[in-house]
């Protein structure tokens, strides 16, 4: 009875889990911090994913608003270190944590995304009525984009399918930092969400080509954990890479998944991952591949 108990929580945590990212949820107002990364570059983190904010000479540029109910705080937040007004809102992705409280951003906000993401977050609950619907990308691009200009500059740029099937990385080109969204979320096996587009059979080459198509980048913002390099974001592309080889071979092993899951042995510069999600992702990797 224990274990079953112990197997039912699991569960449960997971189906939460995936509801958070599917749409908002309306949750109480989380504990928030603001950090400074360079100049006039901050991320604020709790709530949700992590949030980016940018001051430029006409405004804030927001970068992803958490969850449901964090409008406010996050408002806030940015006010403790600037007056000016949010004058952009970029989503990188269409998940709940990443998108839930667009509808604080009220006035003259242009919200832009991928197209893919639009296309998702049109068939989210929040953004079905009237209201909801000021609230999606007015602005999307295919491939690339660049906002503002100088040293206000923004790049945002697609490489393909992966987390979800409309990830866009964020760079601030003038700081030499780029915000990966939850293509690269942190030091662990993601989420292949492929109800939204997603990928684990492409997950790779999409981080292969943003590691070589973006230059210039020092500095990382990931999608839930603490700023780091490029290097970490690097390492990260290889680790998916590896895994998703790995997953491969144990299917042409003749493995079934929950087998696959339990034999994959992966370089030791990885044994500091968290392979929480490791079954979710062989899964995923499975269904593609038949």
Known sequence: MKRLA???????????????????????PAALEIQKVKDNLYVISGGGGNTAAFITEKGVVVVD???AGNGP???EKIKSVTPKPVIMVINTHTHGDHVGSNSAFTGAVEFIAHENCKASM?????????EGKKFLPG????????LLNGADKIDLYYFGRGHTGGDT???FPALKVM???DLFAGKGTPIMDTNNGGSGL?????LAKAAAGINGVETVIPGHSAVTDWNAFKEYGEFIRDLVAAVEQAKKDGKDADKAAADIKLPEKYKDYNMGRLKADVAAVYSELK
């Open 139 to 146: 602005k999307t691009y295919k491939d690339t984009l660049s």
């Open 179 to 181: 915000h990966s969204g």
């Open 169 to 171: 990385f964020v760079v």
């Open 122 to 130: 049109e068939k989210m609950p929040a953004f079905q009525s009237e």
């Open 65 to 67: 608003t958490k969850l």
């Open 73 to 75: 705080g996050i408002l």
């Open 6 to 28: 112990i197997l039912s929580g699991v569960l449960l945590a997971g189906a939460i889990s995936l509801m958070a990212a599917q749409q908002p949820q309306q949750n109480p």
């Open 202 to 206: 492409e997950y790779p080459q999409t």
